[in-house]
């Protein structure tokens, strides 16, 4: 039986620990016990998402997280700023469409980050725009976005800032609080390093205000209804992902037990050998310098081959999972490493070197061992 590595920017590879946490006999959710499981999941999301808002758990993969944003903030008619540097910004613009927001789009071309003067230009050409929402690391690019910056030119207004940080939270920093950002969304299966299943919603007194004054329709994602009965009964209105709840509670214990700046500093220095190693390896990397993700690395494949082909082969005969490149723009032409979940050097060194022996076999001219040798030396150093 081959293993299988997940390098892959979600979901991510799951400590041992919180594997045999999702083996245990399933509880009923209306106890005790569960909702202390409840309780504490809250309190450490709280500590991850640098906020003494709100948080509130959806049973739903992460796009049901951003759904909950969109219906509970925007009425038919309203105007949002959307950024869209990638798919993942894409996807804020047709979840508006879909609620019958009006969709105000700032183009960012792939690879690049949002400039906080291009949202400050959309907010004074659109007044009385109600929300602005952007992507902390949007993972089909591989680029974070510079949220305190974002958040800066946003704050004081009568707009709502709300972020998509599937992907980047509890590996790259984004403080709520301390920059001002009123919505951040998150899921279980990145930086939380638990399966897909559960989406998280923090938010703030500006945006629950909004909240209930919108006029959307929802029913499943009503956070009105979500913040009440966790007040109330520390419960969720309907049946929770009850096992990734419990594992969350194991994931939240890693992190604190490190620290946010530690686990921040551990992704950084993965992304910083694995930069490294497809550099020494004659590969170009796909994002602006300014603008790189510390938690995944998008690396441009060589001329003449294909980067699906180098995904599969890794996958395939080797049991190593990278992403390829999504879209038009970059389907075949990049693969995508990331460096969250629960992987450490020598993953990186392993998912290297099998890049390496398959770029090999697939005809890429280079020296066998250089993409290695410059990772370990980052690791070194
Ligand atoms: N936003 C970002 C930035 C993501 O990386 C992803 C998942 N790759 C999503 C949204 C969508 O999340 P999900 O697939 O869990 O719905």
New binding site residues.
């Given amino acids: 039986m081959k293993k299988n590595l997940l390098l892959t920017?979600?979901p991510t590879q799951i400590p041992p620990d919180i594997c045999a946490a999702l083996g245990r006999p399933i509880i009923h959710h209306r106890t005790p016990q569960f909702q202390q499981y409840l309780k504490d999941a809250v309190e450490g999301l709280k500590y991850v998402f640098q906020t003494k808002s709100d948080v509130l758990i959806m049973a739903s993969?992460?796009?049901?997280g951003?759904e909950a944003a969109v219906a509970n903030l925007l009425s038919p008619g309203d105007k949002a700023i959307v950024v869209e540097g990638g798919k993942?910004g894409e996807?804020w613009t047709e979840l508006c469409k879909a609620y019958g927001a009006i969709p105000v789009v700032v183009k960012v071309p792939w690879g690049k980050g949002v400039e906080p003067k291009q949202i400050k230009e959309a907010m004074a050409a659109n007044p009385g725009v109600k929300a602005v929402l952007i992507?902390?690391?949007?993972?089909s690019t591989g680029v974070t976005n510079d949220v305190r910056a974002i958040a800066d030119v946003v704050k004081n207004t009568e707009a709502v800032l709300v972020v998509?940080a599937?992907?980047g939270l509890g590996v790259v920093d984004c403080q709520m609080d301390n920059w001002g950002v009123d919505v951040v969304v998150s899921?279980s299966?990145?930086g939380f390093m638990c399966p897909?299943g559960l989406?998280f919603i923090a938010i703030n007194a500006k945006a629950m205000k909004m909240a209930e004054a919108c006029k959307s329709p929802r029913y499943y994602f009503d956070l009105r209804k979500a913040k009440k009965v966790m007040e109330k009964e520390t419960d969720t209105p309907f049946t929770p992902a009850i096992g990734i709840v419990i594992a969350l509670n194991e994931s939240i214990k890693h992190i604190k037990e490190q620290g946010l700046e530690k686990v921040f500093a551990h992704f950084a220095r993965l992304a910083k050998a694995t930069r490294a190693a497809a550099v020494a390896l004659g590969l170009k990397l796909y994002p602006d310098d300014s603008c790189m993700s510390n938690a995944l690395t998008t690396i441009c494949v060589p001329e003449g081959v294909d980067g699906n082909k180098i995904m599969k082969v890794m996958r395939d005969t080797y049991g190593i999972s990278v992403a390829g490149g999504q879209g038009e723009e970059l389907k075949g032409k990049v693969i995508r490493i990331a460096h969250m979940g629960c992987i450490d050097e020598y993953d990186i060194i392993t998912g290297i070197s099998c890049l390496e022996k398959v770029l090999k076999e697939l005809g890429y001219k280079f020296t066998l061992g250089s993409g290695v040798a410059a990772a370990q030396s980052v690791f070194n150093s």
């Fill in positions: 920017p979600g993969s992460g796009t049901g951003m993942f996807r992507t902390l690391v949007e993972t998509d599937i992907s899921a299966h990145k897909p989406a």
